[in-house]
């Protein structure tokens, strides 16, 4: 709906007040009363909840013109200045394969990167937006170029088809701690796309990192982007169109202080929901702990599920030793596949063990429908298809 001028305003006013008090829009998932203080939230204050259901119980008068004044207007994330300083895209636009529900296909990007540099702000632009289901965006340092290599040269066409992750498996070394270097390896993840992501007041903004943070990028790496297409309504795209999704960066001044920030995955992938099992099934829900080698500080978590979890939280646990409750970093009680994003901390969180809980609904009324037909109800696992399931958080710490 449209809601540009007063009368398009009053004919939704039932659907405005509908929409806003079930918190659909705006989209703000996140619940932070007993959480920790987020950035840029979208959640709409009661108040303001409470004055647009009695303006349309009042008839949604236009009211005087003469008191009108300009809203104010309150940005949902932080800017990026400039232009990008480095753009990368496949060589080639790829068509996804048809005859299939999922095809993750990788693309190595060449960002011409000469010397050390440092990643502030991000953008990913989907080419076939209707058809991509998610990005992830990895940096490959020169430890295991050859592996990339092989992979993409053995497969004809852009790229190399990708199930599982994208082909590295990344050895990873402590940092030099006196430089400021939280780790070293041989590939990282550096950003994630799904949708959502970017659900901002002006679309497709980047997404600037946290203040004072930054994602470390060393000389004559590549880039390696994973996309799922999700190919369910494929059908639906005109034969012939292809993607030829974009990267765009911002970096840091070459003698601007920044901490090196790096994305840590909290994961559980050993869940079995039965068919039929609702989210009060004990069988519904997974956790997932993880102790970090050292204590970092958390400045963001990104979430992930797929089309049938309910919820997933978050949180900072006291040590083993220690007396203490578990301190919630994030909490998410009404999972929407199609409002996915990171969430940056207000203040960063000093953790050293953290916990992700996932619960999914999983009875016949909340199957997905997929080309107008309800799917049934069958077991839940781990897996890269859309119509699997996963419980992910990634953390985005630094020292």
């Known amino acids: 709906m449209a809601l540009t001028s007063f009368e398009a305003a009053k004919t939704h006013a039932g659907a405005i007040v509908y929409e806003t008090q079930e918190r659909h829009m705006p989209p703000w998932l ?19 909840m409470l004055a647009l259901q009695r303006w349309a119980e009042r008839g949604a008068p236009e009211g005087r013109r003469e008191d009108h004044r300009p809203p104010v207007v309150k940005r949902t994330y932080r800017a990026v200045a400039g232009a990008p300083d480095r753009v990368a895209v496949p060589d080639d636009a790829y068509a996804p394969k048809r005859g299939r529900a999922d095809d993750y296909h990788c693309f190595v990007l060449d960002p011409k990167l000469e010397r050390p540099e440092r990643v502030v702000g991000l953008r990913i632009a989907p080419g076939l937006p209707s058809v991509v289901h998610h990005v992830l965006l990895f940096e490959v ?15 004809p066409g852009p790229g190399y088809t990708c199930f599982g992750g994208i082909g590295v498996t990344p050895a990873v070394r402590p940092g030099n701690f006196a430089k400021g270097e939280l780790v070293s390896f041989d590939a990282q993840m550096i950003v994630g796309w799904a949708p959502g992501a970017g659900a901002t007041d002006e679309a497709g903004a980047p997404t600037a990192l946290p203040e004072g943070t930054a994602i470390a990028l060393a000389p004559g790496s590549r880039l390696v982007m994973q996309v799922h297409y999700s190919l369910e309504n494929y059908e639906r795209v005109a034969a012939g169109e292809r993607d030829r999704t974009r990267i765009e960066m911002w970096l840091a001044k070459q003698d601007e202080p920044l901490r090196q920030a790096v994305w840590v995955p909290l994961l559980q992938h050993a869940f079995r929901v039965p068919a039929n099992a609702g989210p009060d099934d004990p069988r519904a829900t997974a956790r997932a702990e993880i102790a970090l080698p050292l204590p970092l500080e958390v400045r963001g978590v990104a979430p992930h599920m797929h089309l049938r979890g309910q919820s997933i939280r978050v949180e900072a646990l006291p040590e083993p030793a ?53 799917r049934p109800s069958r077991e839940l696992r781990w897996g890269e298809g859309t119509d699997d399931e996963m419980c992910l958080a990634f953390l985005y710490a630094t020292l």
């Open 141 to 155: 340092r020169a430890g295991a170029l050859d592996r990339i290599r092989e992979l993409d040269e053995r497969e």
């Open 30 to 48: 996140p619940d932070t009363a007993a959480c920790a203080e987020l950035r840029h939230s979208r959640a709409l204050p009661e108040a303001d």
């Open 322 to 374: 220690s007396p203490g409750e578990a301190a919630c970093l994030l909490d998410v009680p009404r999972w929407d596949f199609h409002h996915q994003e990171g969430y940056w901390l207000a203040e960063g969180q000093r953790v050293q063990r953290a916990a992700v809980t996932c619960r999914w609904d999983n009875r016949p009324g909340a199957q997905p429908i997929v080309n107008g037909k309800r």
